[in-house]
Structure formats: C-alpha cells, structure tokens
C-alpha cells in the first residue's frame, strides 16, 4: 500500500505521558499533524498483563488507521515492550515505532562506566526488554531495573513539584545510585516530566536519557529514508501551523488542561472516544 506523506502521524500512550513525545516530535517534525490518542480511562498499564496491554493496544490502533495515518508511534514503554513485535505484524500497512530500541540506544552510547539504570513500570522492567537491548548493543554493560509504580500518578495528579514527590524519587533511585549507575533511562514517558526531581536526586555525574526525544530521531529518519516527510506548512513567526487532533478515553477536558500546561501549542479541543468499538 502506498502511504501519502501529508497524512497525519499517529501516536497513543496509556494516559498523558505520551505527551512528552508528542513534544518532541513537534519540535523536530514542525510540518507534521499528530493524531494523539491517550487512554485515559484504563490507566496505568505498567500493572497490567501483556495480554490485557495487546489488545488495548491493538484496539487504538485500529482506531488511529480509522484516521488515515502514515505512520504510528506507541509512545508508551510498557506497551511497546508488550505489544510492539505483535502490533507490527498484524498492521503491515504502516511503519511503526515504539520508544524502548531508542532509549537503549542512546543509553548505551552515553554511559561511562557500564552500569545503567531503568526505570518504569513494573510491566516494563518485568519484560526485560531494555536489558535486552542494552546487552545486545553494548554486551560489557550491567542493568539495573527499577519498577517505579508511584511516579505514574504522581504524574497525573499534577504533583511533579511536591515535596512528597521528592521523598518518593529518592525511595527509587537511592538503590541505583547504591550500585554506581552513571546513566538512568527514564522508561516510561510519564517520567520526563519529573525530570528536575530526579536530576536533583541522582546528582550532575548521572546521565538521564530520554527516549521520547530519541524516538523522535528516530522517527524523522524513518520518514526520511521512507520519503514520508510532509510538505512545508505555512509560517507565521517562529510558528508552523500544524492540526494536531487529540482524543482520549475519558477526562477530556482534564487532559486538555494538562496538554496545554507542557505542549508548545494551544490545544484547541480533545474528544472523548470508545475505542473498544474498533
């Protein structure tokens, strides 16, 4: 099938983490549409089985073909670990990335020492999948996996500034730093927006990596060499137009004030869907 470069990219998370991808997917694709789909009403993801995790995901992504997209992004770490390999054999149609092989990548790449820290969801670390692909890049590398199932909601409730917020990423990454990790990759893309907590916790000799901008690298090459890339939009200012559509699950009008308070550009309307129809 012969995809249509000015066709809007999808992108789905379990909640508003994806958010963080979508941002940078923004900034290095300007000429880009996103359509973004975040489920909010069955969040989180990381406590729930793979099986549960596949078909959730593959109910959005039939709902973002609906759409017409050209590509998609699974800008969730939990289900790229789970459903990623699945998802890309049932909908050839569309190339599809998810963002664990990025951060490993760039994980890798910028440790020091070899000792490197995960951090997510318990359904992330449980997978094994960065360890995984850490190993395979960079076999002398030691990982360290660390299930983080309060930052989530930590996350959604819009406490990434509360002093309780600080005692609970200390609980966390104390035990990394107990084994001399140089590098911590934030596994899961609710986590970017704790970041200064976190960079404040580990110290300046840690190296944090975040693979909702690698996975926007990625994904700009990809469409590059697939000769994908949208045309040039119009410009007023600094800014490009694009038309960024957003739906959820539930809570739309909470996820709008949430997207508007981190996205580069004004949301303008989220739509509540039921994707258990596609």
Request: glycine fraction near 8%; charge should be negative.
């Given at each position: 099938?012969?995809?249509?470069?000015?066709?809007?990219?999808?992108?789905?998370?379990?909640?508003?983490?994806?958010?963080?991808?979508?941002?940078?997917?923004?900034?290095?694709?300007?000429?880009?549409?996103?359509?973004?789909?975040?489920?909010?009403?069955?969040?989180?993801?990381?406590?729930?089985?793979?099986?549960?995790?596949?078909?959730?995901?593959?109910?959005?992504?039939?709902?973002?073909?609906?759409?017409?997209?050209?590509?998609?992004?699974?800008?969730?770490?939990?289900?790229?670990?789970?459903?990623?390999?699945?998802?890309?054999k049932e909908f050839p149609e569309v190339p599809m990335i998810g963002v664990v092989l990025p951060g490993a990548?760039?994980?890798?790449?910028?440790?020091?020492?070899?000792?490197?820290?995960?951090?997510?969801?318990?359904?992330?670390?449980?997978?094994?999948?960065?360890?995984?692909?850490?190993?395979?890049?960079?076999?002398?590398?030691?990982?360290?996996?660390?299930?983080?199932?309060?930052?989530?909601?930590?996350?959604?409730?819009?406490?990434?500034?509360?002093?309780?917020?600080?005692?609970?990423?200390?609980?966390?990454?104390?035990?990394?730093?107990?084994?001399?990790?140089?590098?911590?990759?934030?596994?899961?893309?609710?986590?970017?927006?704790?970041?200064d907590v976190i960079e404040q916790v580990a110290g300046p000799d840690v190296t944090l990596v975040n693979p909702?901008?690698?996975?926007?690298?990625?994904?700009k090459q990809m469409l590059t060499e697939g000769d994908l890339l949208a045309d040039e939009r119009k410009k007023?200012?600094?800014?490009?137009?694009?038309?960024?559509?957003?739906?959820?699950?539930?809570?739309?009008?909470?996820?709008?004030?949430?997207?508007?308070?981190?996205?580069?550009?004004?949301?303008?309307?989220?739509?509540?869907?039921?994707?258990?129809?596609?």
């Open positions: 099938m012969s995809l249509e470069k000015n066709l809007p990219i999808g992108v789905f998370d379990s909640g508003v983490g994806g958010l963080t991808v979508a941002k940078e997917i923004m900034k290095q694709l300007p000429n880009e549409n996103i359509i973004y789909f975040g489920d909010t009403a069955r969040v989180p993801y990381g406590n729930k089985s793979r099986e549960t995790v596949t078909e959730y995901s593959r109910q959005i992504t039939t709902f973002l073909l609906s759409k017409k997209v050209k590509a998609i992004v699974i800008a969730c770490n939990t289900a790229s670990a789970f459903a990623l390999e699945t998802l890309s990548r760039a994980a890798a790449e910028a440790s020091q020492n070899g000792k490197i820290g995960v951090i997510g969801t318990a359904g992330t670390v449980r997978s094994g999948l960065y360890e995984r692909y850490l190993t395979g890049i960079r076999p002398d590398c030691q990982v360290y996996g660390q299930a983080c199932p309060l930052f989530v909601p930590l996350v959604e409730e819009g406490w990434a500034n509360d002093p309780i917020t600080e005692q609970v990423v200390h609980r966390y990454i104390d035990p990394l730093l107990d084994n001399w990790v140089d590098t911590i990759v934030l596994g899961c893309t609710h986590y970017p927006l704790l970041k909702a901008y690698e996975t926007a690298l990625e994904l007023k200012g600094n800014y490009t137009y694009s038309n960024h559509t957003f739906f959820v699950s539930d809570g739309a009008e909470q996820f709008r004030a949430f997207a508007n308070s981190i996205l580069p550009c004004e949301m303008i309307e989220t739509k509540d869907v039921n994707v258990k129809v596609f």
